[in-house]
């Protein structure tokens, strides 16, 4: 009985220092959901999948990237709703599945880098912001301006149905549309989207919230989010190769917004972010080349993973 306890000590201690030794080498794979090994680093070490997003993104990092944000040249934006705090408290829900935090800081940088170079662009009001730096005018808008629909596909009317009088359309740092995904991000969420979608444009931290769960959740079953296809967590499989997807930034775009803007070569949208990306690399210290080669920042020849035609895109 001795010996076999022996055995059984030594046994753990040498999988508790794999364990320890590959968090710190960035071998283990954290799943957003089910991964041991993300567990159990979360509990015990911090370089893996753990510590905090303020730990390395500072509030005057924020106010750099969106010093334009509260523009008063703007006149139909909010004026004072997006703030750092509201960020922070967001993105700790998300922070012990990797969102940030995943293998080691470089990583978790790299990937707040790219999130935000999302958000930007979709909530940018550079246009109409007499500035030398474009990259710094995103969080301007909390929900889609003018808009004249309602974003309501009956197909889902059994699941999702949409409430008489309630409009679908963009919202948050991360604009979502459709009854559908305002049901799914309500469902993940525990808040009531799609009897009040409004909630999103009146409260700056689940804007965020809501904008992170698009992040980390795949649009579809069996489909990686773009959180898993930044982090190199997702394995293409032949078909992905064929269709030219690979892990990268460049496939977070076609996550997120699939043939509305990657398979068209080169487009002002798709360079657009990239540029925004490449910009907050330098702000956050961690420098453009660390983005790597120009084939992982396109998918300019990438298939998209749903057409549009049968997307549950964002936009």
Known sequence: M????????????????????NCEESFVKPSYETDVACRFCRRHV???????????FRSSQFESIFSNRNSLEVDTHEVGFWDYQSFITASADYQPYGFGTTYR????????????????????????????????????????????????????????????????YGRGALPIYWNYNYGEAGSAL??????????????????????????????????????????????????????KRVPGFGTTMNVLYGDLVCGQDDNEFMNNIISHYLYYLDLMGVGQEEAGPHELLSCSQQVSFNPSSSSSLNG
């Open 190 to 243: 525990k808040v009531d989207l799609l009897n009040h979608p409004e909630y999103i444009e009146q409260n700056a931290t689940l804007a965020f919230k809501v904008a992170i769960w698009r992040w980390m959740t795949p649009v579809k079953k069996h489909q990686p989010s773009a959180h898993d296809v930044f982090i190199g967590h997702w394995k293409p499989t032949k078909n992905d190769t064929l269709a």
């Open 46 to 56: 911090s370089t893996c999948c753990g510590g905090a997003i303020s730990n390395y």
């Open 105 to 168: 800081k470089l990583l978790g940088m790299k990937e707040l880098a790219a999130f935000l170079a999302h958000v930007a662009t979709k909530t940018s009001c550079g246009s109409k912001v007499a500035t030398k730096e474009p990259f710094t005018c995103g969080l301007c808008y909390n929900k889609e301006m003018n808009s004249s629909s309602y974003y309501c596909d009956e197909q889902y009317k059994s699941t999702y149905p949409c409430t008489t009088g309630v409009a679908y």
């Open 2 to 21: 001795a010996y076999n306890w022996s055995v059984l000590l030594l046994t753990t201690a040498l999988i508790l220092l794999v364990l320890l030794v």
